[in-house]
């Protein structure tokens, strides 16, 4: 079934550590998105990539880093966590053919 | 760039009654727009859209207006019952590019 995965769905870290959030998705879509969210509250756009080889920086600078190698997979780093990036991270990919962002189930981060 | 706003942050009104969420947009550009409800510990997800040649959409008991002269949408939620109770999002883009979001809404549907 066409979805969106992120992994892991839960993650309790020390300060400092550097960590990858996963994101696949198989959807068939060429855009991605990472959002930063704190639970139902506003969702804060980190980085976006239209295609294979292409991000782009949000609005919400989180000291973090994309890479698009493949269509399916934009995986977020964190390269030193602090307790400030504690929060919810979603994942959305879209396409021209199909409007809408299309949402994955989202990674809980705790930063100690 | 594209800026929305959206109001209340809060409404809590009681089953059976009707609920409505405003949302004004900046860029005249943009010209789809959906709606996004986020239940608790859920993804959002999309519940209605609607683009700008079109004045109002339904389905079931949900409908979105807008008004492209006045650059704003709404969504308009009829008979309301408890399982209405989220967090909805409404958001403006261009072609389904550069979407932005509104702050949210909390809505609560008291039994």
């Known amino acids: 079934e066409a979805d969106i995965y992120q992994t892991p769905r839960y993650l309790v870290i020390g300060t400092g550590k550097k960590i990858t959030l996963e994101c696949s998705q198989t959807m068939g879509h060429d855009k991605m998105y990472w959002y930063q969210q704190d639970p139902g509250m506003e969702l804060h756009l980190i980085h976006y990539?239209?295609?294979?080889?292409?991000?782009e920086k949000g609005d919400l600078s989180s000291e973090s880093t994309v890479s698009r190698i493949r269509t399916e997979h934009f995986p977020l780093t964190l390269e030193s966590a602090r307790p400030s990036h504690t929060s919810q991270y979603l994942c959305a990919s879209s396409d021209q053919q199909r409007e809408g962002q299309f949402f994955g189930p989202g990674t809980r981060l705790t930063v100690l | 760039g594209e800026n929305v706003e959206q109001h209340p942050s809060t409404l809590s009104v009681q089953e059976g009654d009707s609920a409505v969420i405003k949302c004004t947009y900046s860029d005249s550009a943009s010209n789809y727009f959906p709606w996004y409800k986020q239940e608790l510990g859920k993804r959002p997800q999309l519940i209605i859209d609607?683009?700008?040649?079109?004045g109002e959409k339904k389905d079931q008991r949900i409908a979105v207006t807008l008004n492209k002269t006045a650059k704003h949408f709404s969504l308009h939620i009829t008979e309301t019952q408890p399982e209405d109770s989220a967090v909805y999002f409404c958001a403006a883009s261009i072609w389904n590019n550069d979407m932005r979001f509104g702050a949210g809404t909390r809505l609560t549907v008291k039994p």
């Open positions: 990539s239209y295609g294979v080889n292409s991000t």
């Open positions: 609607i683009r700008s040649n079109v």
